[in-house]
């Protein structure tokens, strides 16, 4: 099973919290291999299975309360 990488931006993250309870979200979906938030960054860098669609990530993170899009 392949996996891929996409990069997102979470401008709103804000304190240490932040990037802890977005991975724990997104580490739970069926498919996510790995959720790497960074609050220095402003980023989360999601490894998932091809079962997994960017949509179904950014809208696990705006479920957590931050608006999210995928970086180029």
Excluded at 5 to 30: A, G, Q, R, W, Y
Excluded at 58 to 71: H, K, N, P
């Amino acid at each position: 099973m392949s996996t891929k990488t996409i990069k997102f931006s979470v401008p709103d993250m804000h304190c240490e919290s932040c990037p802890k309870l977005i991975n724990i979200t997104l580490e739970e979906i069926p498919g996510v291999v790995s959720s790497n938030a960074s609050l220095k960054d402003k980023t989360v860098i999601v490894s998932h299975t091809e079962k997994v669609s960017p949509e179904l990530i950014i809208s696990a993170i705006e479920e957590t309360g931050y608006a999210a899009s995928v970086t180029k």
